[in-house]
């Protein structure tokens, strides 16, 4: 699960990336001297904005007159440092509103998390919410991965343990085996309820079963959306 909402969140921010970078790229011609931006039309802005882009120098950006190109300019340069580099201090370039500091946060460290296995990486966030949110997200995944439901121990917040334990059982043991899952290994009222919804349909109509609207309109938890159409 963890690494679909990384997947999902730098899929959508390497798309604002692109788009900025596509935008600028409108008839690129070599040898423009960068020193004149601030005279230039709009076309040759953009294509100057992604030239000095290309040289990841921020000191060039400061010869953009345009705020708004400007500002592209300083955060693709500092997104792709952050990322080259794995330095995260980059971030605090960003303008916060092209691209906010946590987004290119999520971006630069999301990879190296997943490619280190280091739960550790997420105590670099400068944002406390980051950090939970990495942490829940890691041990999440890696219980999964590793078959091992005592890793969502680590998570500090009653509400997230409950949900990767929760999570941990729903695709590791129920899925396999629903016809001798037993219910109770869920925690709270609602995901117990769902459990047993969910295993009594597919008593009757087997494993491969796809749930109504109606029916997946009635359980309280996502827990079993893989069940529903």
């Known amino acids: 699960?963890?690494?679909?909402?990384?997947?999902?969140?730098?899929?959508?921010?390497?798309?604002?990336?692109v788009f900025s970078i596509l935008y600028f790229s409108f008839s690129l011609k070599k040898g423009e001297d960068l020193s004149n931006v601030t005279t230039l039309n709009e076309r040759e802005i953009q294509k100057n904005t992604l030239e000095i882009i290309k040289t990841k120098d921020f000191s060039l950006c400061e010869n953009i007159s345009d705020i708004?190109?400007?500002?592209?300019?300083?955060?693709?340069?500092?997104?792709?440092?952050?990322?080259?580099?794995?330095?995260?201090?980059?971030?605090?370039?960003?303008?916060?509103?092209?691209?906010?500091?946590q987004e290119c946060e999520i971006q630069t460290l999301s990879v190296k998390l997943s490619e280190s296995g280091?739960?550790?990486?997420?105590?670099?966030?400068?944002?406390?919410?980051s950090k939970d949110d990495c942490k829940n997200g890691f041990y999440l995944s890696v219980s999964q991965e590793k078959g091992d439901i005592s890793l969502c121990k680590n998570i500090k917040n009653k509400t997230d343990s409950d949900l990767c334990i929760n999570s941990y059982n729903t695709r590791k043991v129920?899925?396999?085996?629903?016809?001798?899952?037993?219910?109770?290994?869920?925690?709270?009222?609602?995901?117990?309820?769902?459990?047993?919804?969910?295993?009594?349909?597919?008593?009757?109509?087997?494993?491969?079963?796809?749930?109504?609207?109606?029916?997946?309109?009635?359980?309280?938890?996502s827990l079993f959306s893989t069940y529903c159409i």
Do not use: H, R, W
């Open 118 to 129: 280091d739960a550790t990486l997420c105590d670099k966030f400068t944002n406390q919410v």
């Open 174 to 221: 129920f899925l396999n085996d629903p016809a001798n899952f037993d219910c109770s290994l869920m925690i709270g009222d609602d995901a117990i309820s769902d459990c047993k919804k969910v295993k009594d349909i597919i008593s009757d109509f087997g494993n491969n079963v796809i749930l109504s609207p109606d029916k997946c309109l009635q359980l309280k938890t």
């Open 1 to 17: 699960m963890k690494k679909t909402i990384i997947i999902t969140i730098i899929f959508i921010l390497i798309t604002i990336v």
């Open 68 to 101: 708004t190109y400007k500002s592209v300019c300083i955060n693709n340069i500092a997104m792709m440092l952050a990322k080259e580099s794995g330095d995260i201090s980059y971030c605090q370039k960003m303008d916060g509103k092209l691209i906010t500091t």
